[in-house]
């Protein structure tokens, strides 16, 4: 039942700062994806002998990451849930719901026994924790980008939209320098021991911050007039999925390349280069922080293009360079120079950033605000698994079979074209 004329007046009324909602859809999703990359971190240097201490170094790792990629195979479940409340009951409902439960879960990792405490049950709970986060992140993101986007003036939707998008690198250079603070302040068998709990554990705090933040802002404005008007969708998924599995499933595939560099970047680097090269833990938690500055500037410059120039134009462009550089991204690591893998982190991160910051206003831009919340999130979310969820576990795969980068470069190599080619179709003027 539509709720009371009297809900959505208020909130029709109350001044539309776009800028405020903006900065705070930015702010709760950089404390979300600062939870969900201590994880990824920590799968990278300590998960494996910890949770995983009869396997090889190798296996080890593998497993480590199998359970970094369980958090992906519930995202879109994520996604369907909160979607489906969120084009019901409205956005901010869902974004407060999602931070308390990447929150807790992030929280409970941080207390968990390894498996020399409680034996096989240490990563059978591990895996439990990260299918929670999981769910959380998963409708974390349309919710986050509505609410920017749907706020935004219909010229700048793309600047605005790209707020929360520069909440992935806000989280990854947050969870960077508190690893890096970790690292410093006590020796590596101290952080064997415990010193990696202590990212897990400041997170609550994070979330709170994120918590009184997201309480403060107003619902999206469009959510209110379909509110008003009596049109929302009973069953939303239902609806988009009938109605458009064209654009659902042509968005998953112009996502699946970013996010496959993208995890590549942030999660597989640190071990490749740590266990692969012998490089040191420390200097390229440095390097990985470099480029993910440069990411977090490209995404608003990428998303501002796009509403200038077009989204097809700065989204087709910045995926052939994505293309191409990762042609040469292995090729600068193995080299094991500090200052040719900076440029090979630092180019990388460029790329990311021209192609990830469009796609939250084009993805949004997709469909009716009655399906919104719930047909951006399953493109994004479906891509999230084919892409990240996938990728440093099959990076890890790949040079275990070949002892060579290579084969991983041919897969980051193959991914961006598929992605390429999905969002020419996507962005056709036919189409759009």
Known sequence: MPPAPSAPAAASTAPVRPFKVAAASFIGTAVEWYDYFIYGSAAAIVFGPLFFPEFSSVAGTLA?????????????????????????????????????????????????PTYQTIGVWAPVLLVALRFVQGLGVGGEWGGAVLMAVEHAPPKRRGFYGSFPQMGVPGGLILANLVFLSTSAVVSDDAFLAWGWRVPFLLSAVLVAVGLFIRFRITESPDFVEVSR????????????????????????????????????????ALSYTTTVLGLDRSLMLG??????????????????????????????????????????????????????????????????????GPLAALFSELFSARVRYSGASLGYQIGSILGGGLAPTAATALYAAWHSSWPVTGYLFAVCLLSLACLAALTRPARR
């Open 287 to 356: 390097l990985t922080l470099a480029g993910a500055l440069v990411w977090l500037a490209a995404i608003p410059w990428a998303s501002a293009m796009s509403d200038r120039y077009g989204r097809r134009r700065v989204l087709l462009a910045g995926s052939v360079g994505l293309a191409a550089w990762v042609l040469v991204f292995f090729a600068l690591i193995d080299t094991a120079s500090t200052g040719l893998i900076l440029v090979a982190m630092v180019g990388t991160a460029f790329f990311l950033g021209a192609t990830y």
């Open 64 to 112: 480590a990451f199998a359970t970094f990629s369980v958090g992906f195979l519930a995202r879109p479940l994520g996604g369907v849930v909160m979607g489906h409340f969120g084009d019901r009951l409205g956005r901010k409902s869902m974004l407060v719901t999602s931070l308390i439960m990447m929150g807790a879960a992030t929280f409970a990792v941080g207390l968990l």
């Open 229 to 268: 008007s009596g049109e929302r969708e009973r069953m939303p998924v239902a609806s988009v999925l009938r109605h458009n599995p064209k654009e659902v499933l042509l968005a998953a595939g112009a996502f699946i390349g970013n996010n496959t560099v993208g995890y590549i970047f942030m999660a597989y």
